[in-house]
């Protein structure tokens, strides 16, 4: 029987707490060492296959951000399917940081794109911004349990004031709308660990909003972004969290780049690893004191 996406996902935030990891990989970030006798294409993987063996143990999945692949071209896409073929061998979960959002015929090809073939992945991210019908083709494949999407709701950057967080004429923010027609479109497909597979970008900067968007998302899992380089802080995480789960929080760069604190070019995949773990144990013991003083 085919494990439940949402599930395992859930599963592992509980085993190995809520970093996401996200190998946002510009060949900037790559150290000198990792390049000798290999091409462009090789040191990409190279790097992102010892992070993540380093810290398959300590993150909860992995997120690939593929616009940094695609600016390479076809040696990028390459080393983007790599990527993804050896964490699936690893039975990492993957999140797919593609951001599409089109609808009808296409949408149906970028569903059988991101979630088939060369570049499967687990979890995928969507714009709802066209309407929840460029949502309606990824359905089948969520209705199996199989794969899930995250969707854009109340993102993390400074323009997200431009948009989601419009008052309409029924007093809901644009953001909240989304999310109520999400949670509607999904209330039929909640699994044994009380999330759908239609889960939500919620960024963790806006944190007045923080507690009432838990709450009233509260069969929404979160992927949460703004942590770190963006300003988000362990006890600003913690609130958007139920009881340590129900979400990951996404490091990129602030993983990627642990090495260059102390200048540890050849350890840069165990700096990787003592950074998820600081970022993990931060976040539970902020949630440990919130549950402590509720």
């Known amino acids: 029987m085919k494990i439940n996406i949402m599930d395992k996902l859930f599963s592992r935030v509980e085993e190995r707490g809520v970093v996401c990891l996200g190998l946002d990989t510009a060949l900037e970030y790559i150290p000198a060492h990792v390049f000798e006798g290999r091409c462009e294409e090789e040191a990409i993987f190279q790097f992102n296959k010892e992070i993540i063996d380093a810290t398959l143990d300590v993150v909860a999945c992995f997120k690939v951000q593929i616009a940094y692949y695609e600016a390479l071209g076809l040696k990028g896409l390459m080393a983007y399917s790599k990527t993804l073929a050896y964490l699936r ?32 992945a687990d979890f995928i991210t969507l714009s709802p911004y066209m309407g929840m019908d460029s949502i309606e083709p990824y359905l089948p494949y969520m209705e199996t349990g199989s794969k899930g999407v ?49 889960g939500g970008v919620i960024g963790c900067t806006h944190v007045e909003e923080g507690r009432e968007i838990r709450k009233r998302f509260n069969n929404m899992f979160f992927l949460i972004p703004g942590y770190g380089a963006q300003g988000g802080k362990a006890c600003d995480v913690a609130m958007y969290l139920n009881n ?35 970022m993990r144990d931060e976040i539970k013991s902020e949630v440990e004191s919130i549950l402590r003083n509720n």
């Open 150 to 198: 995250f969707s854009l709701v109340r993102t993390s950057n400074k323009g997200a004031e431009d948009i989601e967080n419009l008052d309409t004429i029924d007093g809901r923010k644009v953001y909240t709308i989304v999310g109520d027609k999400l949670t509607e479109m999904s209330k039929h497909m909640i699994s044994d660990c009380g999330y759908s597979p239609i």
């Open 89 to 120: 061998e690893k039975d990492a979960i993957i999140v797919a940081d593609i951001k599409r959002g089109d609808i009808a015929a296409t949408a149906t090809q970028y569903a059988k794109a991101h979630f088939e073939g060369d570049f499967e």
């Open 244 to 278: 340590g789960n129900g979400g990951v929080v996404n490091s990129s760069r602030g993983i990627l780049l642990a090495y260059k604190k102390e200048g540890r070019d050849k350890e840069f995949a165990l700096c990787a690893r003592e950074e998820s773990i600081i």
